[in-house]
Each structure stands twice: as C-alpha cells, then as structure tokens.
C-alpha cells in the first residue's frame, strides 16, 4: 500500500522559512516523479513543484520560482520542499503526490500558515 506522510508545516512570520518533507513507502520511490501541490479552502489544490525521477528535473508554480526548492533523497524514500521568503499568500495546507499503479496517492498534508 502506498503511503505518504508529510510533515514539517507550522505557524511561521512573513520572511520566514520551512522545510516541508513527505516520507513515502509502499512503492519503488526512485522510479516515480513527485508533486507538491497545496490547497487553502474553497479553492482547488495547485501544483506547486515536482521533480523527476532521478531528481534532475524541476519545475514550479510562477509564484513560487526563486524561494520554493524541491529535492529527494531517494535513499531515504522522502522528497523534500524548501520554502523560504514566505508570504501570507503562501498558508495553505501542503500536500505530496505520486501518481502509482494508474492513481494519485496523496497524504494527509501539512498546514502553512504565515501569519505575523
């Protein structure tokens, strides 16, 4: 059974940052991309950043290219999100993905809230 467990949000000022990490079983980490997507309420979730397989390739959100940085470390089976220069714009709940066995896995998310 796949699983993803994210963790690593909290309560930060503007300015600040976190580091948000998804620790992934159940599946051949190393083959799969991963996705960060995040969702506040009453919106749909967005793709944030994802990264290839061998973590060669990444990609983001506009309005997150330059201060969000994903990486994996496909030993430990966990991908990571560097979110620094937080802005209240950015509290929403953080979700990782991976798209196995013909579905979307998704964990229980991790809240982001910048607040000061």
């Known amino acids: 059974q796949v699983q993803l467990v994210e963790s690593g949000g909290g309560l930060v000022q503007p300015g600040g940052s976190l580091r948000l990490s998804c620790a992934a079983s159940?599946?051949?980490?190393?083959?799969?991309?991963m996705r960060w997507y995040r969702q506040t309420p009453g919106k749909e979730r967005e793709l944030v950043a994802h990264i290839s397989a061998g973590g060669g390739a990444k990609s983001y959100l506009d309005s997150v290219k330059g201060r969000f940085t994903i990486s994996r470390d496909n030993a430990k089976n966990t991908v990571y999100l560097q979110i620094n220069s937080l802005k209240p714009e950015d509290t929403a709940a953080y979700y990782c993905n991976a798209f196995v066995s013909g579905r979307d896995w998704w964990g229980q998310g991790t809240q982001v809230t910048v607040s000061s």
């Open positions: 159940g599946f051949t980490f190393r083959n799969y991309v």
